[in-house]
């Protein structure tokens, strides 16, 4: 036989022979996987040990097996040789489904520790920067003009983490899905979520501004007297 291409195939198998699964089992000619005579099956007809349907998107699972079975039994298959299971997703999709959420998990845990690093180094600028910012309002920047002065630095910093870090991202990313996907045997394939990463950069200046609010407020608070006095 000779291989053409890639599947993820349906979780199945019979007797003690081992399911197929993520990187086991092969689509073949159905001549190939016909059961042998007996049970019922004789002369010229030809007869499976499975039959894989494949329903309409939105089509209630539970519901669909229930009449497939019901089907089955009218037709004088017994209940216990004729069983229809719902759900045959391979046993390594099922398992991964469970942590599928961590990821998302990882990501906004670094996305709040990314906030509070940028939170963090805006204060500590306005603080080291007090007498800068003093001199500043000395020749007549006023407060609204102060916060600006902070907010373009946050955006400054966005723009940075954005040019380093989403190709970045992007590139380790489809690294490690392409070492996970070989060691399960499957598509080394990654499919990159454009929308997603196009939305990266509206979002995170957004949030960038708003955590300079607060550093900007401080800020604009400074007091040219007393800070170039104590200078």
Known sequence: MRV????????????SFTATDLGNGAIVRASV?????????????????????????GTNLEAASARLAAIANAAGCPPASCSVVADQRPNDIDNYARIRNTPAVLAALLAVLGIATLAYALVTSVLRRR?????????GLLRLQVSAVIAWQASALTVVVLIVGLPLGIVAG???????AGVVGVSGDAAIPWMWVLLAAPVAFVVANLVALGPGWLASRVNPAVVLRSE
């Open 33 to 57: 996987f016909t059961a042998p005579p007996g049970n019922g099956c004789s002369g010229p007809a030809t007869c499976f040990s499975f039959v894989l349907a494949r329903y309409r998107p």
């Open 4 to 15: 053409v291409g890639e599947a993820v195939l349906a979780s199945f198998s019979q007797g």
């Open 131 to 139: 007498r800068d910012l003093a001199v500043l309002k000395t020749l």
């Open 174 to 180: 489809r690294w490690a899905w392409g070492s996970f």
